[in-house]
């Protein structure tokens, strides 16, 4: 069992930056592959980013290439999600999600937090 409790959203003009947090309970957080969804009003839930249990390798969505870092601290059981030139349509809640493997579906990921609200003024 993993509980994610996830930080650091908030409001932001266009052009900031945020950095949002993950943090995980359980001894056996490096064994997860930890990834970010967004959802915006009236929007499915999309994959935003994912890194695997070392964090070797990372994943994004196109749309935040360039702009959205993804990194974690195995020994603090925290994933971040660094998110700079923020666009307004960038604005949702973001979640944070957890599974043994790599997925970019909803469905692929067993454990989820809360959400966070990202909100991106123009």
């Known amino acids: 069992q993993v509980q994610l409790v996830e930080s650091g959203g908030g409001l932001v003009q266009a052009g900031g930056s945020l950095r949002l947090s993950c943090a995980a309970s359980?001894?056996?957080?490096?064994?997860?592959?930890m990834a970010w969804f967004r959802q915006a009003p009236g929007k499915e839930r999309e994959f935003v980013a994912a890194i695997s249990w070392g964090g070797r390798n990372t994943y994004y969505t196109e749309s935040v290439k360039g702009r959205f870092t993804i990194s974690r601290d195995n020994a603090k059981n925290t994933v971040y999600l660094q998110m700079n030139s923020l666009k307004p349509e960038d604005t949702a809640v973001y979640y944070c999600?957890?599974?043994?493997?790599?997925?970019?579906?909803?469905?692929?990921?067993?454990?989820w937090g809360q959400g966070t609200q990202v909100t991106v003024s123009s």
């Open positions: 359980g001894r056996t957080f490096s064994s997860y592959v």
């Open positions: 999600a957890a599974d043994r493997e790599y997925s970019r579906v909803m469905h692929g990921y067993d454990y």
